[in-house]
């Protein structure tokens, strides 16, 4: 089956630090989702790319879509104690409604 | 906004015993999934289903089964417990409306098997 593979697994980074999460495919994505899981809790949707080269900006994180459709990524910049929790990608198997995810990037912000 | 519940947030369960985890979505959702998740492994899909009594296999499906008898609900069976089976175990459920749904999760419920 589809696997999505996500580097690195763990990060710590001093508050003020820039972070960035990699997700990669051997197989072209149909699309690319990002999710946020805050520690205890459930996954959250962030946001979804769908076009080659797509980015998206939601204030300090900066969401990439690869030209070949077989990568992404996450860019926060200047990192604070709420970005804490674990980062996922995940992609839909061609026209089926099940997701694939990432193995997950655990982020931990030291003030 | 989309609410996804879990029946239970804890849960502890004999090696051996028969185990029911439930879902229900508010949404009208079409699909529904179980996923489970475990340290550096991410989340792993063990069954999904597109329509009431409709289901498909995830990447896990070994040791589980599943029913979804009508659209708000579905539940995950474990038939006989055993400690690999210790997971957190996710609900969740989006729209079916096309192929680049949003996924929307339950709380999870963290399954202990002793």
């Known amino acids: 089956g589809q696997q999505v593979m996500q580097i690195p697994q763990y990060q710590h980074v001093q508050e003020g630090e820039d972070f960035t999460t990699y997700c990669n495919s051997s197989?072209?994505?149909?699309?690319i989702q990002w999710y946020k899981q805050r520690p205890g809790g459930h996954p959250v949707f962030l946001i979804q790319?769908?076009?080659?080269?797509e980015v998206k900006k939601q204030k300090r994180l900066t969401f990439q879509f690869g030209e070949a459709k077989k990568n992404s990524s996450l860019h926060i910049t200047a990192t604070q104690t709420t970005d804490v929790g674990t980062y996922f990608c995940a992609s839909n198997s061609g026209g089926y409604q099940k997701v694939t995810f990432g193995t997950g990037t655990k982020l931990q912000v030291i003030p | 906004d989309v609410k996804v519940t879990q029946s239970s947030r804890y849960l502890v369960k004999r090696t051996g015993e028969k185990v029911f985890l439930e879902c229900v979505q508010d949404?009208?959702?079409?699909?529904m999934f179980w996923y489970r998740q475990d340290p550096g492994l991410g989340l792993r899909l063990i069954y999904f289903?597109?329509?009431?009594?409709?289901?498909e296999k995830g990447d896990i499906p070994e040791g589980y089964s599943v029913s979804r008898e009508k659209k708000e609900r579905f539940s995950l069976i474990l038939e006989s417990a055993s400690t690999n089976q210790t997971s957190m175990y996710l609900c969740a459920s989006s729209t079916g409306t096309s192929g680049t749904d949003t996924q929307y999760f339950g709380p999870g419920t963290r399954l202990t098997v002793l």
């Open positions: 289903s597109y329509d009431v009594k409709m289901k």
């Open positions: 949404m009208d959702h079409e699909n």
């Open positions: 197989t072209t994505l149909s699309n």
């Open positions: 790319l769908v076009k080659s080269g």
